[in-house]
């Protein structure tokens, strides 16, 4: 088959660098009026005409000359509406959204190169995650190594807390082969410099040393020190933001660090559907064709154990709705992401506004998983006002988690008996949801 080769023709006075683009994909012509325009031979791939010469009457002139070639008018809606197989594009506009697109960018490339100096001088650096590390957090840790030129000699991936036991996030870390080092705070000591990603200095206490960098998009709490600080609460992840800085400093992002990035943005926002923004979406798209969607597929279909499964199924099958608020009690659990699971399909029960998974993790502490539809009170300001004061509370719009030192409930309620807590978790939402509804 013979290939044709594009040709343009543009009618009107354009500014030239707009020809100047056409020229690098084939032959442009450029007439100043109707009559040349009609005047010409051969075929054209695309007619571009300026809005000053565009009248309707032209248009139908040309799709008799040109029948098959569509038409682009330099134009928008105050236009009217276009003749069939016209298009009005205001130019201008397109161009000032390429330039601010540019223009972020570069002013990314600044902050990033500001981070890199922080940590530029450490030997050995660590980037700590928070104690149940998730796909986000493990992914950001990752693209913030290749931002900063290391690797798993120079950067340690590192999180206190209890071994990892989501199977999803097991899945991620065996099949991308992710090193992470289980760590004490003693050992936090160890380093240069220390990054913080998908959380902030303050949940650590006095646990660590002082922090260098913190990239997060949980919303502040508390103030702190920080050499190099970028905390963005309008996007759904942390990998949106370590996307954008990658993206910026044009490094090459690998399959594995791609796939890592994507499932990092669709479990922090739920495939797009939470407290997800036009950036997280825009970083998506971009990472989506560079990602392993065999290894993505492995990943999110990790297998529970069957124990596992019963205890999900007997929690579930015991639930309550008060209010329009789902509630369920998973007693006593060694591993802690089966809350956020059942507080995930709780949401999903019909005339439900909001839904709360609870129990005992590791024999120590309730954990407390919430979710809400999203157009109420946020969870995360509401678990904070509920419990802050007693462990460490947080989250989002619409998903957040408690975690309270048993000890700090029985100093509360004076006992830590299964009753008196679902008793006392049950009638403090009910309380707290009929003030926020009261006050919109
Ligand atoms: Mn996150």
């Not at 030239?16 to 109707?34: A, D, H, N, T, Y």
């Not at 009559?35 to 799709?63: C, H, M, W």
């Not at 994507?262 to 825009?282: C, F, H, P, Q, W």
């Not at 008060?322 to 399909?345: H, I, Q, S, T």
Request: aromatic letters at 8%; hydrophobic letters at 40%.
């Amino acid at each position: 088959m013979e290939t044709e080769v594009a040709r343009y023709l543009f009618i009107g006075e354009f500014d030239p660098s707009l020809m100047g683009l056409f020229s690098s994909r084939g032959e442009v012509i450029w007439v100043s009026s109707v009559e040349e325009a009609l005047n010409q031979t051969g075929n054209f791939s695309l007619v571009i005409i300026e809005r000053k010469d565009f009248s309707p009457e032209l248009s139908r002139d040309l799709s008799i000359y040109y029948p098959k070639t569509p038409i682009i008018v330099n134009g928008d809606g105050d236009m009217g509406e276009p003749p069939p197989s016209v298009r009005f594009v205001p130019f201008h506009r397109l161009l000032t959204g390429q330039i601010s697109r540019e223009e972020k960018l570069a002013r990314t490339e600044l902050r990033v190169e500001e981070l890199r100096r922080v940590h530029s001088d450490a030997k050995k650096m660590l980037i700590l995650l928070h104690d149940n590390p998730d796909p986000d957090s493990i992914a950001s840790a990752l693209g913030l190594r290749t931002i900063l030129r290391r690797n798993k000699q120079t950067a340690v991936i590192g999180h206190l807390g209890e071994n990892i036991s989501r199977p999803e996030n097991l899945a991620m870390i065996e099949l991308l082969d992710i090193d992470m080092e289980k760590l004490n705070s003693e050992d936090t000591k160890g380093f240069d410099s220390i990054a913080l990603v998908d959380v902030q200095p303050p949940y650590f206490g006095d646990s660590i040393p002082e922090v260098d960098s913190t990239i997060d998009h949980h919303p502040s709490v508390g103030t702190y020190n920080v050499r190099f600080v970028e905390i963005m609460t309008q996007e759904g992840a942390t990998s949106t933001i370590i996307t954008e800085y990658l993206r910026s400093v044009q490094v090459e992002i690998s399959e594995r660090l791609a796939t890592a990035l994507v499932y990092g943005i669709k479990t922090d926002t739920v495939s797009l559907n939470r407290d997800a923004n036009a950036d997280d979406v825009e970083a998506f798209t971009f990472l989506y064709p560079l990602a392993n969607l065999g290894f993505l597929r492995r990943i999110e279909r990790a297998e529970m154990p069957s124990d596992e499964i019963k205890c999900f199924g007997k929690a579930l099958a015991n639930h309550w709705v008060n209010d329009g608020m789902f509630f369920c009690w998973v007693g006593k659990v060694d591993r802690e992401y089966l809350l956020p699971k059942m507080a995930d399909f709780g949401i999903q029960a019909k005339g439900v506004e909001w839904s709360v998974a609870f129990g005992i993790v590791g024999g120590s502490h309730l954990v407390i998983s919430i979710r809400n539809v999203g157009y109420v009170k946020s969870a995360g300001r509401l678990v904070r006002e509920m419990f802050g004061e007693m462990g460490s509370a947080g989250g989002h719009r619409s998903a957040a988690k408690a975690v309270i030192p048993l000890r700090n409930v029985k100093k509360a309620i004076k006992s830590t008996s299964e009753k008196r807590i679902i008793n006392w978790v049950t009638e403090q939402f009910l309380s707290t949801a009929i003030t926020a509804a009261e006050n919109g």
